[in-house]
């Protein structure tokens, strides 16, 4: 089955503890990317990835980290949470066409 | 600035009713244009897309979409709700630079709400 796996689905954590959200996808799409959903924000997106080795910044990236080393693999990584990073958490990937989206990861940072 | 809008923050309407969820758009060209579906608890999926061609685009779930240049708009629509249509919908449209086909911006979201 075409997928988009997230792990974990929730996650509490203390500010400072750094984490690592992991996403998969199968389907050998290129592109690929983070968003976090807020209450009110709307879907903004934190990183994206055309390809292997190349990553770049969406409209929310600080505090955030990616990595692609892989074409099936896009990590997000939080070097050191706060409070603010406090969200709902997807990772998607595309070919043109449209997204295929994770089912979501919960954070809550204390 | 490219936009995506969609008027409507909430919208509820009778099982078995008609319905019609709005979304406009500010592009100088036409633009693909996708609405997706997240119901509680899970991540978003595509309802239907529109590249070109035939501007009534059929999707999945018994939604149909309108692509109509005149007014800049992409208007989901369903004849008859059911209950499990209860979710959030979001309208969709690449970026204009860059790598468009695939950066998109995304609506604020129209919140169905299905009363029995």
């Known amino acids: 089955e075409a997928q988009v796996t997230q792990n974990p689905r929730y996650l509490i954590t203390v500010t400072g503890k750094k984490l690592t959200v992991t996403c998969s996808q199968n389907m050998n799409h290129e592109y690929m990317s983070w968003y976090r959903q807020d209450p009110g924000l709307g879907l903004r997106q934190i990183y994206y990835?055309?390809?292997?080795?190349?990553?770049d910044k969406g409209d929310v990236p600080e505090g955030y980290k990616v990595s692609r080393k892989e074409k099936r693999n896009f990590p997000l990584i939080l070097e050191s949470p706060s409070p603010n990073q406090t969200s709902l958490y997807f990772c998607?990937?595309?070919?043109?066409?449209?997204?295929?989206f994770g089912s979501g990861t919960r954070l809550t940072v204390v | 600035a490219q936009s995506v809008t969609q008027p409507d923050i909430h919208i509820t309407v009778s099982e078995g009713a008609s319905l019609e969820l709005r979304c406009n758009y500010s592009?100088?060209?036409?633009?693909?244009l996708f609405w997706y579906v997240q119901s509680p608890g899970q991540g978003l999926q595509l309802l239907l897309k529109y590249f070109s061609g035939d501007t009534l685009v059929q999707g999945i779930k018994g939604f149909e979409a309108e692509f109509k240049r005149s007014q800049s708009s992409f208007n989901l629509r369903k004849p008859s709700v059911h209950w499990s249509d209860a979710a959030e919908y979001f309208c969709?449209?690449?970026?204009?630079?860059?790598?468009?086909?695939?950066?998109?911006?995304w609506g604020a979201g129209t919140k169905l709400i299905i009363k029995p």
């Open positions: 998607a990937s595309s070919l043109i066409g449209g997204y295929t």
């Open positions: 990835s055309m390809n292997v080795e190349v990553t």
């Open positions: 592009y100088g060209a036409t633009p693909y």
């Open positions: 969709a449209a690449p970026r204009s630079q860059g790598n468009s086909n695939y950066q998109l911006i």
